[in-house]
DNA sequence: AGTATACCAGAACGTTTGTTCCGTGTCAAG
DNA sequence: CTTGACACGGAACAAACGTTCTGGTATACT
């Protein structure tokens, strides 16, 4: 096996599709996957592309031809260039934000590539509301994209949930003994110092996007 | 006449295939854009879409169904999510930076979505070399976008062509008069004063990115 | 051994689909 | 009026294509 419950055989499956798709920017045939997986039944095609699309790797349009879109690469990252990761608000205005919800339905979304973002796992996008960041050339209105993570390294700008205070704040994050210091890029403010209990990382900003 | 050398029959063919394409993720069939089209013979559209390949709207590979490929919008952008602009070189480097050059094929690309540039019309990509801008908040290593224009307005940060140095910069940009002042955003650095007709605006800044 | 299950081959079938052929009407130039 | 370019319709054709049917082989389980 190589990836996550897909086959050898089902993985180099999407990888000619996948590879295809690049090559000619309309999806194969169920014939020309055949030659290029060397099998001798398109029959055998078929059916395998019945179990990726109840894997949900692909999405077939019954009866129309070349109607398969393919929904994952065979690593299970999304396939395409472009990625839809959910804006889920402000940052730093005092107003809890809801950690990202797979199931949920973001109220908006934001379309980014993989010049930006490589690895698309628990990413998701904030928009910086106020200065406090602005040392770190972050201003009012940028965006940032975020990973979810539990943890974080000294000097790494996470958002932080304050249990306490119930909000999450746009900040750098280290650890003074078994207290955590949240520092804002900006001289005008001062750092939280916060129990090491109180303090949840949300996730760490990977991007920053700023139109002018 | 809808747009440039598109009839209004062709520029709605080309609307119908686009909406078909981000209805369905793939391209439709012969059958599909006469129905939509409301006419009465395949022949008919066959025709059609051999005018839009000549014009270099769409590409079809001879022989496949749904073979089609949109190439432009039907107002003559390109199509598709994603973006692929030039990244054309570095900035205030010292170095001249090429005009960006339509025919010569960029040593560097970047791919964008709309959501972070909408119109695409002579945009372009530099990374930044050094700290000139850094309380613009723009940082060095950072990619900032731009759109070829040849005029600036006073505030507007440009990329500047000053002929007597035969080098570009990036900075903000002031009309003193018959003089031009090229301002950087860094308290340590003086501004550029330079006679009007010795500097050239290559082109707006419009978004900066920077990965962390 | 027998049996169930999954995997596979080969052929056939029926649509879908791109493409072509022939004919018609229009409109403007010669 | 004639000619030719052009837009269009209807039908037919041949290839491409998805899908199904029948049967064969291996592995595992009882």
Redesign the interface.
Known sequence: MGSIGLTDHLARMVTVIEVYLRK????P?VEEIRVAMNMASKDHVHRDLGKLEAMEYL?R?RG??????LLRCADGQPFG??ITIPLLGRIAAGLPIPVPDERAEPEDS???????VSDTRGVYALRVKGTSM?DA???DG?IVILRRAQSADNGD?VAAWIKSEQQTTLKRFFVDGKRVRLQPENQTMEPIYRDADDVEVQGK????????
């Not at 000619?24 to 999806?27: F, M, Q």
């Not at 379309?111 to 930006?116: G, K, P, S, W, Y």
């Not at 900003?205 to 002018?212: F, L, N, W, Y």
């Open positions: 000619h920017d309309h999806a045939s999405t349009a129309v031809a070349r109607g398969l879109v260039d472009v934001l379309e980014l590539t993989r010049d930006i602005i050339l972050i201003n940028d700008m900003v990977i991007a920053v996007i700023r139109h002018v």
